[in-house]
């Protein structure tokens, strides 16, 4: 009998709220940037909204002329603050290795500054194939082309965009501050409620079984 499995995969991997609970680190940098600067920064407002670049959440708190200084000192500061703090979400160790027991290669694209993503997967144990940041939305295809990848998992609208912008699977999880029903009219393939359900989707889409969850 044919077999219908699919070649081994290559999938991208977001990081905020999609490997990792980023809330309590960046909770702590904002704290911390706000006693630095002297300007207030409502973190818990601020850790609610996770997803897109750090200079579009900068921009509600400080004037335009000091965004750019402002998210050097945030970025230069994060590794005391915020890398020690975050743990990794329920499953992301899993889904990572269930795409490696595929044969198949993980990639993190992520808009995190990269070389403050590498640090939290090396603090955690996670060792992707790839580590691509500083890319947001539609311009994580860019990312996700170069490097094949026949799905993208992420936690917000803007990973939904991504994918398809790059004709990628979107699966998404909802383990960020999108809901089911958000992302699913964002336009996803897969909807999961976490990386938690990532190794039987994957196995299934393999085999060709994977119904749309969306």
């Known amino acids: 009998m044919a077999t219908t499995t699919r070649p081994a995969p290559t999938v991208g991997f977001d990081l905020d709220m999609t490997l990792i609970d980023s809330r309590p680190g960046i909770r702590a940098c904002y704290l911390a940037l706000t ?105 994580k295809a860019v990312a996700l082309r170069e490097h094949g990848a026949d799905v993208y998992v992420g936690d917000h609208l803007g990973d939904v965009r991504g994918a398809r912008t790059a004709g990628a699977r979107s699966v998404a999880v909802a383990s960020g501050p999108c809901s089911e029903e958000e992302l699913r009219a964002a336009g996803a393939d897969v909807v999961l409620s976490d990386l938690t359900e990532f190794p039987e989707w994957l196995a299934a889409y393999r085999e060709g079984l994977d119904a749309a969850r969306a």
């Not at 994060?78 to 990572?96: F, K």
């Not at 027991?101 to 808009?111: F, H, N, P």
């Not at 995190?112 to 940041?133: C, F, R, S, W």
Request: glycine fraction near 6%; charge should be negative.
């Open 35 to 139: 006693e630095r600067t002297g300007t207030y920064v409502d973190a818990d407002l601020a850790v609610t909204r996770l997803g897109p670049p750090l200079e579009q959440e900068l921009a509600n708190w400080f004037p335009a002329d000091e965004i750019a200084a402002t998210a050097e000192l945030y970025r230069a500061m994060y590794p005391t603050y915020a890398v020690a703090a975050t743990p990794a979400l329920p499953g992301a160790r899993e889904a990572i290795a269930a795409v490696r027991e595929a044969g198949g290669r993980a990639i993190v694209v992520t808009a995190k500054y990269e070389p403050n993503a590498k640090l939290h997967l090396e603090h955690l144990g996670m060792e992707p194939d790839a580590v691509i940041g500083d890319l947001w939305a539609e311009r």
